[in-house]
């Protein structure tokens, strides 16, 4: 049918409101926001200013973050390292249900993402979102091997291995098979092999030499891991490289992202991790240490991103995350900052790679305008795994049964509209593969010692001279300080049984029952689950 047989009048109705259904669809696509998560290496709780009045070291970025936005005082990664809490984070589901079941990942290790498993960045493409990754990936990915060669596959490679790669030829299952539009990065942590940038699914340059560096800048320290690296590539000019890199990207799609389609930039940073490598600039700016020099710098890549986000006029209808993959580590030196009256892990105890709240209490602030009123507070306990099922919500989506298994959405929680806690419980894991639950104030942990790097270590014989397990009030004992496992047995086993239901169930959200990838040991000492009476 032709437009004559309409009249004039209706001909201009039906163009005023087709003109208004593809207005109103074009506004509900930009309805979505730009996503963006900064993945901090290593950083403390307490190293950030505006989560402990007591530290020294200035960080006025993230200060400006948290005060336009919200502050979570009772975030958790859900690892005490690096590689599993990465997989979590992408995936929203448990590290310990993957392969790894302690320790991390190396710089040439193979994919540890399962094959078809849904990430936050697949999902956000699905739903025409335009993905990158920009910074530290350790999650593995495939290299070619040389001929009758081999690398570890779930640790770091040994000093033998760190040669049995072809660096010509182009890597597999990398970042852009898992749902980024764009990657640019370094494999794993800055201390591991091989010293090059990637993109997308090669190397930048081929790493024809050989380096290590001091794990910080200026000392005598043990160096990093010596293997090979691109002529160029020094440690320091890393953390200024993604921050370029971020800012870039920004400027590239903000044109697209005002006319509809939305971004989300995944920026797992690499400091301050070791090598501890601030660059000329920030060496010395703190007047402590080179550490706390190294979070300054870190604070000013934060800095960057929202001075882009400000620039491309993007910064009101974007969801901003920073927070960190676990604690502070040691090699931080914390005896020196101490004597400064700095603590990186604020009044926690423990360090990264423990069970106890120093390894996986981390900062997470969250900053989205439109949404979220600022200068608020949440004691929401949440997981870095809730990312999957936040993002979900947030552009209308319904995750399938067999994804995000341990996300909840922290939306409510964004939106001041939390009444009640989000969580049923968290599950910490330690270094080691230590387990603990926590429920409301109360924590318990399937372990005598640390599970980690602080005393009592593993398997020491100070460790095995404390009861099986450790249970403690966090809203008393926030310092984990008074074991009362002793006086508390019912709550010990109904902590361990609701562990063990998540355990069974491959999820700890509702849903379909799914398969771990590999049988979950509870006990990493068996003698310890006789000693502490709980049941099959």
């Known amino acids: 049918m032709t437009s004559r047989f309409f009249p004039r009048s209706l001909r201009r109705a039906f163009s005023v409101c087709t003109l208004a259904l593809v207005v109103a669809a074009a506004t509900a696509q930009a309805a979505n926001p730009n996503i963006i998560y900064i993945l901090c290496d290593d950083l403390g709780y307490g190293d950030v200013k505006c989560l402990n009045e007591n530290g020294k070291i200035a960080t006025p970025n993230m200060d400006r973050l948290g005060k336009a936005g919200m502050i979570f005082t009772d975030a958790h990664s859900s690892s005490a390292v690096c590689s599993p809490t990465r997989y979590g984070v992408l995936t929203g589901r448990y590290n310990w249900r993957s392969r790894l079941q302690s320790g991390v990942l190396g710089g040439l290790s193979p994919r540890l993402i399962e094959p078809g498993r849904m990430t936050v960045a697949s999902l956000l493409k699905q739903h025409g979102y335009t993905t990158a990754c920009i910074g530290k990936w350790h999650l593995g990915m495939d290299w070619e091997k040389l001929p009758g060669k081999e690398v570890s596959e779930l640790n770091i490679e040994s000093a033998e291995q760190v040669h049995n790669v072809d660096f010509a030829k182009p890597i597999q299952n990398g970042p852009t098979s898992v749902g980024f539009d764009y990657y640019y990065g370094i494999s794993a942590s800055l201390d591991m092999v091989p010293y090059t940038y990637i993109e997308n699914d090669h190397v930048t340059v081929l790493p024809t030499t050989d380096k290590s560096f001091p794990l910080t800048e200026g000392r005598k320290s043990n160096p990093s891991r010596l293997g090979p690296a691109a002529p160029e590539f020094e440690a320091r000019d890393v953390l200024p490289t993604l921050a370029r890199k971020a800012v870039d990207f920004i400027g590239q799609r903000a ?142 989506a319904k995750l399938p049964d067999d994804a995000g298994e341990d996300s909840v959405s922290m939306l409510p929680a964004l939106l001041g509209k939390a009444d009640k806690p989000l969580r049923e419980a968290i599950v910490h894991h330690s270094i080691n593969g230590s387990f603990a639950i926590r429920q409301g104030n109360w924590k318990l942990e399937l372990c005598s010692g640390s599970g980690g790097w602080s005393a009592q270590k593993p398997n020491t014989v100070e460790a095995k001279k404390l009861p099986a397990v450790q249970l403690y009030d966090m809203t008393a004992d926030i310092s984990e300080k008074t074991n009362t496992q002793a006086d508390h047995t019912e709550l010990v086993d109904r902590l361990t049984h609701l562990l063990e239901k998540y355990v069974a169930d491959g999820r700890s959200t509702p849903g379909t029952p799914q398969k771990n990838d590999v049988p979950i040991e509870l006990w990493k000492d068996r003698n310890f689950k006789a000693k502490s009476g709980s049941a099959d």
């Open 255 to 396: 044109a697209d992202a005002k006319g509809g389609k939305p971004f989300f930039l995944y920026l797992p940073l690499n400091a301050p991790h070791t090598p501890i490598a601030p660059s000329a600039e920030w060496q010395g700016k703190s007047g402590i240490s080179p550490y706390a020099d190294y979070v300054m710098e870190t604070d000013w890549a934060v800095g960057e991103v929202l001075a882009a986000l400000d620039k491309r006029g993007l910064a009101e209808n974007t969801l901003i995350i920073m927070t960190s993959d676990n604690g502070c580590s040691p090699h931080a030196d914390f005896q020196e900052l101490a004597e400064k009256g700095h603590n990186p892990s604020y009044v926690f105890r423990g360090t990264k790679a423990d069970i106890f709240d120093g390894g996986h209490h981390i900062p997470f602030l969250v900053r989205w305008p439109e949404k979220i009123k600022a200068g608020t507070t949440s004691d929401q306990i949440t997981c870095l795994t809730d990312f999957m099922a936040t993002a979900a919500e947030v552009i209308g």
